[in-house]
């Protein structure tokens, strides 16, 4: 009898503390995202003062080496605004590009972690905060639209960036190929990432100035750019 006494208390008790566990879990999971709320809001307000601001970076989605190329005459125009450019093309073709354009490099930074336009927002976004942005020019192609403008407003509108989309018309085979399951999927996870981002932020270790891209050791392991009939780099 005194067994059965004993083990029903144990029962009560290991089902108050399980019920306590779960209320504790679950006032923790309360104040996360309230924390992570309050961060989107304040992230929200700062939209204003962003908008209002000039464009203080050019961020270059990869996918095509007519952005990179139409980048460069931005970039002769505001040689003092830096660049972004993730997971764009080879480091050396990039290179040759600003040379041929006679194009100012040393505000000019590529991102090579990103392996999706999700991963380009997800890497790119903490570099962009890291540096104070707050009025961001988009630069990709019309055939990578609505998806990239409306995941670059959700991500970077979430991390208090004002965002234009800047397009480049492409020629030939587009470097995206564009679905609605693809752009629903991307949207949806963006909008988890908005607000999981306002307290993690990835760290990408693969960042380079261009200044830094050594050519020669490019040209010793080779190396092959994007064919364009009007584009002709030496290499």
């Given amino acids: 009898m005194r067994r059965l006494i004993t083990r029903h ?96 490099m040393g505000q000019v930074w590529l991102e090579k972690c990103a392996d999706s336009t999700f991963g380009n927002f997800y890497f790119g976004i903490p570099i962009l905060r890291q540096w104070g942005v707050r009025h961001v020019q988009l630069i990709t192609s019309p055939t990578h639209l609505p998806r990239a403008g409306w995941m670059a407003q959700i991500l970077l509108g979430a991390n208090g960036i004002w965002v234009d989309v800047d397009t480049v018309q492409e020629k030939g085979i587009p470097g995206n190929q564009e679905s609605w399951w693809k752009t629903g999927l991307d949207v949806t996870r963006s909008l988890v990432w908005a607000l999981l981002s306002q307290g993690i932020q990835p760290h990408c270790s693969e960042v380079t100035p261009l200044t830094e891209v050594d050519l020669d050791a490019w040209q010793k392991s080779g190396f092959d750019c994007e064919y364009q009939w009007w584009l002709k780099l030496d290499y």
């Fill in 9 to 104: 208390w144990l029962g009560v008790a290991r089902w108050l503390l399980s019920k306590q566990r779960l209320r504790w879990l679950g006032l923790g999971l309360l104040s996360l995202v309230v924390i992570l709320s309050i961060g989107l809001l304040s992230s929200i307000f700062r939209l204003s003062a962003g908008a209002a601001a000039p464009v203080d970076t050019f961020f270059v989605l990869g996918g095509s080496i007519r952005r990179e190329v139409y980048v460069t005459q931005l970039v002769k125009q505001h040689p003092q605004t830096p660049v972004l450019i993730s997971q764009g093309s080879d480091e050396p073709c990039i290179l040759l590009i600003f040379q041929k354009y006679n194009a100012p």
